[in-house]
């Protein structure tokens, strides 16, 4: 029997038959961490198959999504277009398109497009009508006063989008005429009626006229 250490604790090894106690018990401690260790290590490996298993399947999903867009007939259209002026005109190809270099020629360039009246006695007497109606969303009034020159005045101040102009070609040969400002589909002109006398009516704009080819409710647009 032994007494090692200080004061504060008491140890003893071998007792008197000489055995190692702390061998023992170390021993005993160690055989008792070998499940725990074989759990840590199977653990492990479960989270080590669980990586490979979600690594699988996220090709798995690259793998159907590729699958997928061969569905697609585009996929298996080998062709190709651009435009040099996209801003212009924009180009598209089919599987049966011929390669190629094509031109695109404009043959006829888009004209400002414009509204008519029917003939008027002249551009100076007074209509003795009292209206609204509207051209491309802006009102404009007109008084018992207003002549034909006048309210082609009010048109151009309402700035509308459209230059109105008198054609006088003499006593009951005057025309009111609306030219849109911008060419193509964009400067389409609108003329409609809006309360009080019908004053587009009256001119002829929307019924009568032979330039009007898309009459528009209690109105007309230029073709």
Known sequence: ???????????????????????????L????????????????????????????????????????????????????TTS??????????????????YNL?????????KVASLAQTDSTTALGKEGQFVVNGKAIQVQTTDTLRSIAQKINDANTGVTASIIDGGSGS????????????KGKIQVTDFGGDSIVGLLGITSGAPSIREP????????
Not at 59 to 71: E, I, R
Not at 174 to 185: K, P
């Open 105 to 113: 020629a404009v043959s006829k360039l888009a004209q400002a497009q």
């Open 29 to 80: 401690i160690q055989l008792e961490q070998i499940p725990i260790s074989r759990l840590q290590q199977r653990q492990q490996q479960i989270q080590q198959q669980q990586q490979v298993y979600a690594q699988f399947r996220s090709n798995l999903q690259a793998f159907s999504a590729a699958a997928g867009a061969l569905n697609s007939s585009a996929v298996f259209n080998p062709l190709t």
């Open 174 to 185: 005057t025309y009111l005429t609306l030219a849109s400002n911008a060419t193509g589909i």
């Open 84 to 101: 040099s002026k996209p801003e212009v005109a924009t180009v598209s190809a089919t599987s049966d398109a011929l390669v190629g270099t």
């Open 216 to 223: 528009i409710a209690n109105g007309a647009a230029s073709l």
């Open 1 to 27: 029997m032994s007494l090692n250490g200080n004061l504060s604790g008491i140890s003893f090894s071998g007792l008197s038959s000489g055995i190692d106690t702390d061998s023992i018990i170390s021993r």
